[in-house]
């Protein structure tokens, strides 16, 4: 293999940075309470990977987690799938957060594009949240309910999500901007008791009415039994008789906060990662691996103390929303922000950012890009003088957006650039404030996380790209897929390739630092500006048209490139794609999945790729589309039509001509 050329270096600690680190005051704990003394980063985690019981108990301790029961035993089975994580234990997310509660902090700030920054105390945080338990407790809501929330990144959000899960409930939230088929796919899956929703919300300076798609909602979930009408304007039409109450009589008087203790591995939350095929994958994550894996993210890899003011930029269709909002677990302030990056313009975030005094400030890769390209100047547009670190994920930061980061907000900035997924509510690569920092590299596979790089053989790989894998198990993994009954899906969708082992659909290549580079999806999932979607939702809308016969669409998402994201389709006989018919079929995308993924460019194709099985061929088409050779990415005696490749192959050879 050809040397790699050195990255460039953009930022090293300084000895003051590194001793006041929540990492360095973790180390120093170990040293002191286990006699464990690690002298650099990369020495604990190798420990935290080769003695995951020892690690995951130091944390149990160190981030004094409070329960209702202890555990008996750290790690029951080491399946995977089927770990057992602190069997016996019992405890409640809520506890988490409030056994932080001060007076001397407010614990969320927040703005959006109608109403400008405020604050809430600790004190109305936990008053609303027990009010609103206790309404929902009085309508029959109990243990293993599922209560979903239609609702934008809101303190009223965060308030409905304790409540829910105070009581042993199971949350599950999707935003205001998905198409209705889309939250169908996800609510219907889960038969919730209760909906709580906005009637209308604001987004790019227009006001969207959503009582039309509460109505549709209500009509479509039967299971529902109750009804809380967040704040907005406008109320839905109910088809049948059901409890419907205003926010504000739901959140109202003093009643105490009641939290139900339940085991480490109870359900807290339905999230959905997409599959290529079928629903989208309800995934059930545990109160008890949230708590920790989380906490180990915030606090040791984020670097958050109590008296830090957190924001990751964020809709609640994407798990930056569940982390944003877990900056609560460190007794942090969290500053949320409700709207389009882009309105008016791409300063608003940096201003956001200069009102609510950030010292750590996150969002998508893509918003780096997109500032750099609309020539913004953060400092120059807000006092930035609070701001201590920046976080980026979604996508791969390229070289380029380093720099700029590095060029804007100064030398004295630690940028984190992470990479996880819904998939496990986490990170498995990340940052550590121990270590420089190179160009488009992440500093460290996290702790707890053996993440290695495999070929197609099972064989690790060093310095080379191999699809990234997780070879131990991690608390945070998911406890199973609702209606999976067998488990046959979640093995289907992470151990299939290497049975045991946790494929999770990225190129990754660890250098020989111990840091990594991510390179973009290797499967066929879409990943449009951080969010992530099955291309089975994108086909469910375009092949409802009477038009469309097939179709296919790929991400061609890869390190150093921008997104760039084809729809192929094969229309009816005689048919033309002309652009009254674009048009038409990138209105069914926008309003039956989400405006996030309309299609850069449809092209109207002869075929659709299939093999014998009758599977469309959307990981080759992708492979070919980023430059590699047919031979490479097909076996053509397995398909069903192999001539259908050629016009993907002249296609991808005119595209990289271009």
Same mark, same amino acid.
Request: charged share 20%.
């Given at each position: ?30 040293? @002191? ?54 069997? *016996? ?67 009223? #959000? ?10 042993? !409930? ?40 959503? #009582? ?96 830090? /003011? ?12 569940? @982390? ?14 409700? *709207? ?23 969002? *998508? ?57 819904? $998939? ?72 299939? #390739? ?7 659909? $990225? ?66 006989? *005689? ?45 080759? /088409? ?23 490749? $050629?016009?993907?192959?002249?296609? !991808?050879?005119?595209? !990289?001509? !271009?």
């Amino acid at each position: 293999m050809s040397e790699r050329q050195q990255p460039a270096l953009l930022w090293t600690p300084t000895p003051e940075r590194i001793a006041n680190s929540r990492l360095k005051l973790y180390m120093n704990w170990l040293r @002191a309470e286990r006699g464990l003394d690690f002298q650099d980063y990369d020495t604990l985690w190798q420990w935290s990977v080769r003695e995951p019981e020892a690690f995951w108990a130091s944390l149990w301790t160190y981030f004094d987690v409070k329960h209702g029961k202890t555990y008996t035993k750290v790690l029951g089975r080491r399946d995977m799938p089927g770990a057992e994580w602190f069997v *016996g234990a019992e405890l409640n997310f809520v506890d988490q957060i409030f056994k932080h509660e001060t007076d001397k902090r407010p614990a969320i700030l927040f703005a959006s594009e109608v109403r400008p920054l405020a604050s809430m105390s600790w004190a109305e945080l936990k008053r609303q949240v027990g009010a609103l338990s206790a309404h929902l407790r009085a309508h029959g809501i109990k243990r293993g309910d599922r209560v979903v929330c239609y609702a934008p990144n809101t303190p009223e #959000t965060i308030i409905a999500f304790l409540a829910v899960v105070s009581l042993g !409930a199971v949350w599950s939230v999707c935003s205001p901007d998905m198409g209705l088929q889309s939250v169908l796919d996800r609510f219907r899956q889960i038969e919730p008791a209760a909906l709580i929703a906005v009637p209308s919300c604001d987004y790019n300076g227009k006001h969207h009415d959503k #009582t039309d798609t509460l109505s549709q909602l209500v009509a479509a979930l039967p299971t529902l039994q109750h009804l809380v009408l967040m704040p907005g304007t406008g109320a839905p039409k109910l088809d049948r008789p059901l409890d419907c109450i205003p926010w504000d009589r739901a959140t109202e008087g003093h009643a105490p906060l009641v939290v139900e203790q339940v085991p480490f591995d109870h359900p807290l939350w339905v999230v959905y990662s997409s599959g290529t095929t079928g629903l989208p994958k309800p995934i059930v994550h545990g109160h008890g691996g949230i708590v920790m894996v989380i906490m180990a993210l915030i606090v040791l890899h984020n670097d958050i103390a109590p008296e830090d /003011v957190f924001h990751w930029y964020s809709s609640t269709g994407w798990i930056m929303w569940n @982390a944003q909002m877990s900056g609560l677990l460190a007794g942090a302030t969290i500053a949320l922000y409700d *709207g389009a990056p882009s309105y008016p313009d791409w300063t608003r975030l940096w201003r956001f950012a200069g009102e609510a005094k950030l010292s750590f400030f996150g969002a *998508g890769a893509a918003f780096y890009a997109n500032c750099q390209k609309a020539g913004v100047v953060p400092r120059e547009v807000a006092n930035l003088s609070h701001l201590r670190s920046v976080g980026s994920t979604g996508s791969p930061l390229s070289e380029e957006s380093y720099a700029w980061i590095y060029q804007q907000l100064g030398k004295d900035v630690w940028l984190t650039s992470i990479s996880g997924g819904t $998939d496990f509510a986490g990170a498995f690569v990340g940052g550590n404030v121990l270590q420089p920092i190179y160009a488009g590299e992440m500093q460290c596979r996290c702790l707890g996380a053996d993440i290695q790089a495999f070929d197609d053989d099972g064989k690790a790989l060093t310095d080379e790209v191999g699809e990234l894998v997780c070879v131990s198990p991690i608390p945070s993994m998911p406890l199973f897929l609702w209606n999976d009954a067998d488990g046959k899906r979640y093995r289907e969708s992470y151990f299939d #390739t290497y049975p045991g082992i946790w494929r999770h659909g $990225d190129w990754i290549r660890i250098t020989p630092r111990g840091g990594a580079v991510i390179y973009g999806r290797s499967d066929a999932t879409i990943n449009r500006y951080g969010l992530r979607l099955g291309t089975s939702e994108i086909y469910r809308a375009v092949e409802e048209l009477p038009e469309v016969l097939d179709s296919l669409v790929v991400d061609l998402e890869f390190l150093g490139r921008e997104s760039y994201m084809p729809l192929f389709v094969v229309l009816r006989p *005689g048919l033309t794609l002309d652009k009254a018919l674009q048009d038409r079929i990138n209105l069914a995308i926008r309003n039956s999945v989400s405006a996030r993924f309309v299609p850069n460019d449809i092209f109207q194709v002869p075929d659709v790729p299939r093999t014998l099985s009758g599977k469309k061929l959307e990981v080759p /088409v992708k492979k070919l589309l980023l430059g590699q050779p047919l031979e490479k990415v097909a076996n053509l005696g397995s398909m069903a039509n192999p001539q259908s490749l $050629d016009w993907y192959v002249d296609f !991808a050879r005119k595209r !990289a001509a !271009a």
